[in-house]
Nanobody
């Protein structure tokens, strides 16, 4: 059974940091690209970051403009886990964060939710003083 489980969310003050994890089971993450998305109340789900599968030349990453320089995506294929390190958090970063994976065109990144086949249930991140 294919499964993605996010963890690491919580309540943090502005300027704080969190590390989200996405543990994958039921398939090897080696051959999938991974995306992190978030959805704030009343808003559409938006792409935050993506990391491609690892090739001989490494993997590529992309970030939404709103998180560049503050968030870092990474993957540990040996642990079948992807991560999203978030720092300098702002109130606008509040939302439910989802990880997603897809095996098609895994060497390209995408910020479009419809291009990902497998999803976790999300973890809540709240940035508030």
């Amino acid at each position: 059974q294919l499964r993605l489980v996010e963890s690491g969310g919580g309540l943090v003050q502005p300027g704080g940091s969190l590390r989200l994890s996405c543990v994958v089971s039921g398939f090897s993450l080696d051959y999938y690209r991974v995306g992190w998305f978030r959805q704030a109340p009343g808003k559409e789900r938006e792409g935050v970051s993506c990391i491609t599968s690892i090739t001989s030349s490494g993997s590529s990453t992309t970030y939404a403009d709103s998180v560049k320089g503050r968030f870092t995506i990474s993957r540990d294929n040996a642990k079948n886990t992807a991560y999203l390190e978030m720092s300098s958090l702002e109130a606008e970063d509040t939302g439910v964060y989802y990880c997603a994976a897809d095996g098609r065109r895994r060497e390209d990144c995408s910020a479009y939710p419809e291009l990902y086949s497998y999803w976790g249930r999300g973890t809540q991140v709240t940035v508030s003083s």
